[in-house]
């Protein structure tokens, strides 16, 4: 007996990246080191001074969080929303400027989140493409836009799972031509190599951009779920019709803002991961991988005649990367030194043991 589930439900597979309890984990794009001695006091104190407030609800609109994370990214407050995790702010977007009888379109292979909250709102969804080297220029980004004309154009840069971040050559093509919103997930903004834009700048001038952040990564607060975008005000008003009333609570609201209190600190793993993930490339390159040119805090490589099989012998050895579905390609997140370490020394073991896997089965053939 089946449930009267939404047809266009049926069949999904819910989000679900492995929660494994294994000693290297670096498959989710966290910030593998713990917050500081300094944030962890000010994010007790600042729980502390709210509970005996817990009684009523927190504030609606988040007002102080708001004027804080606009002086993180030198907008105004009034540019700014927040809620749980950029997932949730996305899924309003969706529910605003999409929802039955609108589409959405992503490049892929991009954020697997995109297409799943589609569905959850009942937005149709589009698959757009890139180019074999996982790049989209300004024509071609047009051009699919122009083919579809989609009501809500998710762009990801730096793109999760590749790394590859977008030319604002690209952003701006788009809202050319976008007949609605142009959203850019800019989740790994933080992990930019020099040089690399953010489509913050394009923001004046463009009233149906949102741009969307979060403090999962850089931040190191995944376990937080904070999650902003920066857009016209006319943007968070729109949004504020669709959220639930409260949705932020108390608790997370005074975690965020004390954590932003100490953003340089919290921040202050950003340069040494950066320095991982270039040290992951060419160590993976030298030893004769393919990866992708990455801006973020995450390497996609490979190339695999069967990644399943390196994945699991990766996870053998204790070592969890991230299966993303991309045929020949695996992706891994910089965590530490010593678990990089681990993740190249298990990756050169295991293509090891691969090269000499025919050869054994020979032997005992012949043997
Ligand atoms: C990790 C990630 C997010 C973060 O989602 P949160 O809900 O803020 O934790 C958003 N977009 C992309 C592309 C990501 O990889």
């Given amino acids: 007996m089946s449930l ?12 679900g990246a492995p929660q494994l309890d294994v000693p290297v984990r670096l498959n989710t794009n966290e910030n593998s080191y713990p917050l500081p001695d ?9 729980l502390a001074a709210t509970l005996r407030d817990l009684n009523r609800y927190p504030d609606r609109d988040a007002v102080a969080l708001r004027e804080d994370l606009a002086g993180y990214l030198g907008v105004r407050a009034d540019q700014v929303w927040a809620a749980n995790g950029s997932n949730e702010v996305q899924q309003q977007l969706l529910q605003a400027f999409g929802g039955p009888g609108r589409s959405a379109l992503g490049f892929v292979p991009a954020y697997s989140m995109h297409p799943l909250l589609a569905a959850g709102t009942g937005t149709s969804w589009v698959d757009g493409h890139r180019d074999e080297n996982f790049e989209l220029s300004p024509q071609e980004a047009r051009r ?38 142009v959203v850019v997930d800019e989740a790994y903004a933080e992990f930019r190599r020099p040089g690399t834009p953010t489509a913050l700048s394009l923001l004046d001038g463009h009233p149906r951009l949102v741009v969307t952040r979060t403090m999962s990564k850089a931040f190191a607060l995944a376990g937080v779920r904070l999650g902003y975008l920066a857009a016209d005000p006319a943007v968070v008003d729109a949004v504020q019709l669709v959220r639930l009333p409260y949705h932020l609570s108390t ?40 990866t992708a040119p990455s801006d973020a805090n995450f390497v996609l490589f490979g190339r695999f005649a069967d990644e399943k099989s390196t994945w699991r012998r990766l996870l053998d050895r204790g070592v969890l990367v991230r299966d993303v579905g991309l045929p020949g390609w695996l992706r891994v997140t910089a965590g530490t030194p010593a678990e990089n370490d681990a993740f190249l020394h298990a990756l050169r073991v295991s293509a090891r043991s691969e090269r000499s ?11």
């Fill in 4 to 15: 009267p589930l939404r047809d266009e439900l049926r069949g999904l597979r819910p989000y």
């Fill in 38 to 46: 300094e944030v962890v006091a000010a994010v007790e104190k600042a």
């Fill in 144 to 181: 699919q836009v122009a083919a579809h004309r989609p009501d809500v154009v998710f762009l990801c840069s730096p793109n999760n799972p590749t790394g590859t971040a977008l030319p604002l050559a690209v952003v701006e093509a788009v809202l050319h031509e976008a007949p609605g919103m």
């Fill in 251 to 290: 608790l997370t609201q005074a975690a965020a803002r004390a954590a932003l209190a100490h953003a340089e600190t919290l921040l202050g793993t950003v340069e040494a991961i950066k320095a991982e993930r270039d040290r992951i490339v060419r160590e993976l390159v030298a030893a004769g991988f393919e």
């Fill in 357 to 367: 896997e025919p050869r054994s089965r020979e032997r005992k053939v012949a043997g």
